[in-house]
């Protein structure tokens, strides 16, 4: 039976702009017929995987986003005397492993026809192999061989890819499914977008006929307590990870520690909106996941949102739960509210 383990938080954010819409403005959604605040789900875990807790959590295992794979490598070639046009058709060899290659006919520099279109996420074990590769090739100064291309993919497999997946349409033999599933973070109640008026003055602009502002201008930003809900398969992760059962418990605690303590970086400097969950419920078992979107369906109002909103939670798991039987979730909460449960159980629950 698979393994499921459902995360289910709930975080206030005061004045913030941590998604932001083609416009600037912060990203929503209308739930229920309220328009909400809305954290995308590919905001959420960039802001996680590239946050300093999961880095040295599980530093040498996460993998790089990139179309410069092949470049990298014809610079190395080329910084070790290989002729340019050699190292341009050798690293586009390389980078044909991973994506598909730009052939621009008149390129703004040679190495450009080095990269690929897509953005390609590379482990660890890849990056390196590529590195070793081009080291060789400038010490023999030849082209690479078809078998040594092949063996670039390495089966060491990045934590971020195992967790969120990789997807290549020119290349889905190396196509990853991603054990994690993260909803989009929508705000519980109904939210109006505001916009800040602000304005910057120049310091050296001092006599009265100069006298006013440098440069005007308006900021969208919105408040609200969000419901975030990520879904893992354990199973699948273990096997993502080559069956690196030690591996999979740091992962796990990591991923989980980010997701109650990492903030997007929208906007930091200007709102400094970071926060940490003010409750959460980790759930592990064999039952197929739900997330518990619909107690919000309805917008929590009042002045006590967070207490309304753990009632709702809460009252809805219960429910669900007596009403289609079958084997009851294992369950662990934390409530930061009244003291309640600690980060180091709720972890230990998660990766157990």
Known sequence: MTTFIQLHLLTAYPAANLNRDDTGKPKTVTVGGASRLRVSSQSLKRAWRTSSLFEEALAGHIGTRTARIGRDAAQMMVSNGVAEKNAVAWGAAIADVFGTVKKEKEPKDALQNTETYELVHISPCERSAVQALARRLSEENRLPEKAELELLRQEAMAVDIALFGRMLASRPEHNVEA??????????????????????????????????????????????????????????????????????????????????????????????????????????????????????????????????????????????????????????????????????????????
């Not at 518990?292 to 709702?312: H, I, M, Y």
Request: proline letters at 2%.
């Open 179 to 352: 054990a994690c599933q993260v909803a989009h973070a929508f705000g519980v109640g109904e939210s109006i977008v505001e916009d800040d008026f602000f304005t910057a003055v120049d310091d050296l602009r001092k006599d009265a006929d100069a006298a006013g502002a440098g440069h005007l201008g308006e900021l969208g930003f919105g408040s609200a307590l969000f419901y975030t809900y990520i879904c893992i398969n354990r199973d699948l992760l273990l096997e993502n990870l080559n069956g690196n059962e030690v591996l999979v418990e740091k992962t796990l605690r990591a991923l989980g520690e980010c997701s109650l303590k990492i903030s997007p970086s929208g906007k930091q400097n200007s709102f400094a909106s970071r926060a940490w969950a003010s409750w959460a419920m980790a759930e592990k078992g064999s039952e197929q996941p739900r997330s518990l979107a619909a107690a919000f369906w309805q917008p929590v109002g009042g002045q006590d949102q967070l207490s309304e909103a753990v009632k709702r939670i809460t009252g809805l798991h219960d429910r669900i739960a007596a009403v289609y039987g079958g084997e009851k979730t294992a369950h662990v909460q934390l409530d930061a509210r009244l003291g309640q449960g600690s980060l180091s159980d709720m972890l230990d629950f998660i990766s157990a």
